[in-house]
C-alpha cells in the first residue's frame, strides 16, 4: 500500500518544509503540502500541523488556526483512528481546538526560548512513540514563546496516562533547571485519551538528522517511523 | 424596534490557579525595586472594545458573552472573561 500523510500549511507556518523534508527524503513516504483551506481528510492517512506561527498567533498561539476549515476535516480523522501529529504551534492549535486538554501560556521567562534539550519518554503506547521505550531521553530542539503547559485537570491526565513527555536533564531527572518554560509538572507532550492525537513543543523535524544534531543523535526519527508503522499495522 | 449601537468592554485574565508571569515581572522587577511597596498584587490580561447593534444594553452583554463563547475568544481553561463596562452610543 502507498502511505499519504500531509503537512497542513498555514500562514506563518515555517517548520511545514522540515517535516516534508523528513517525511519524504529520511523516511522514504510520500507526503504533501497542503494549503489549510485545501485540506481534504479522504486523501490521507495522517496528518501533521507544523510549527511556526499561524496568522500572526493574534489573540492568542493557535486559536485563529483552531477554527480553520482544515480542523473540521481533521476533526473527522480524529474519530475514525488515523493519526494527528502536533508539533509546537501544531500542539497550540490542537489544544485550541480541543483536541488535547490544557492550553499553552507564556514561557514563565517571558523570553522566547530555542535550544536543544532533553525530553523524556512516559508512555511508548501511542503511534507516535512506539519505537520508542519509556525512560528514554531523547535529545530534541524548542524554539518557542508559548510552551508552558496548563491544564485544570492534571489527575486525569495523569491517571489516563496522557502524559507522553516531560523535560528531563539528560539522565532523565524532573528538575527545574531542566524545564524550559515553566510547563506543569515538566510536560512536554500529550496525547488524547484516543491515543491517535499526540501535541509537543519540541521539534521532532529537526532532529532527525545527525547532520543537525549537536550529539549525532536522530531522535526525532523515531516519531515519524513510529508513526508510518501504526499506520502500515493499521491498514 | 430601531436598534441603537452599545461599546462594550471586556477584559480576559488568567485565572488565579494560571501563573501570570508578565503581572509578575510588573510587581517585582518594576513597582518593588521603584519603592511602591504598597503595590500588593497586579494581574495582566488583555483588552477588547466592542461596538454592536442591539436593542439594549442587556441583549447586547448576550450577544457578546455568546459570541466569546462560541468562538473561544478567551480560553476557558486559563482564562475568565469580565465585561467591564456598556455604553450606548
Known amino acids: 500500500m502507498t502511505i499519504k500523510i500531509a503537512v497542513v500549511q498555514f500562514p506563518g507556518a515555517n517548520c511545514d518544509l522540515d517535516a516534508i523534508h523528513v517525511l519524504n527524503n529520511v523516511i522514504g513516504v510520500e507526503t504533501s503540502l497542503v494549503w489549510h483551506n485545501h485540506f481534504k481528510e479522504a486523501e490521507f492517512d495522517g496528518v501533521i500541523l507544523p510549527g511556526g506561527f499561524s496568522f500572526g498567533d493574534y489573540l492568542r498561539a493557535g486559536i485563529i488556526a483552531a477554527h480553520s476549515p482544515a480542523l473540521d476535516e481533521a476533526r473527522i480523522m480524529l474519530k475514525d483512528g488515523r493519526p494527528i501529529l502536533g508539533i509546537c504551534n501544531g500542539f497550540q492549535i490542537l489544544t485550541e481546538a480541543e483536541f488535547l486538554p490544557g492550553a499553552l501560556l507564556q514561557n514563565d521567562s517571558l523570553k522566547f526560548v530555542c535550544k536543544w534539550i532533553n525530553i523524556r519518554v512516559e508512555n511508548n503506547n501511542t503511534p507516535f512513540t512506539r519505537k520508542m521505550k519509556n525512560g528514554d531521553v531523547l535529545d530534541i530542539p524548542i524554539a518557542h514563546g508559548e510552551g508552558r503547559y496548563f491544564t485544570d485537570n492534571l489527575k486525569e491526565l495523569e491517571e489516563n496516562q496522557q502524559i507522553v513527555f516531560k523535560y528531563s536533564d539528560e539522565n532523565g531527572k524532573y528538575t527545574q533547571k531542566a524545564n524550559p518554560n515553566g510547563s506543569m509538572e515538566n510536560i512536554a507532550g500529550i496525547c488524547n485519551l484516543e491515543r491517535n492525537c499526540m501535541g509537543l513543543m519540541p521539534h521532532p523535524e529537526r532532529a532527525s538528522e545527525a547532520i543537525l544534531s549537536p550529539k549525532c543523535t536522530t531522535h526525532g526519527k523515531l516519531f515519524f517511523d513510529s508513526m508510518v508503522e501504526f499506520i502500515k499495522r493499521r491498514s | ?89
Do not use: H
Open chain 2, 1 to 89: 424596534m430601531d436598534q441603537s449601537e452599545f461599546e462594550i468592554e471586556i477584559s480576559l485574565e488568567n485565572k488565579p490557579a494560571a501563573r501570570d508571569p508578565v503581572a509578575e515581572t510588573i510587581k517585582r522587577d518594576l513597582l518593588a525595586k521603584k519603592g511602591y511597596d504598597i503595590i500588593s498584587r497586579v494581574r495582566s490580561g488583555q483588552y477588547l472594545r466592542i461596538i454592536l447593534k442591539a436593542n439594549n444594553e442587556e441583549d447586547a452583554k448576550e450577544t457578546v458573552t455568546k459570541m466569546c463563547n462560541a468562538l473561544r475568544i478567551f480560553n476557558p481553561v486559563t482564562q475568565n472573561l469580565n465585561i467591564i463596562n456598556v455604553k450606548k452610543l
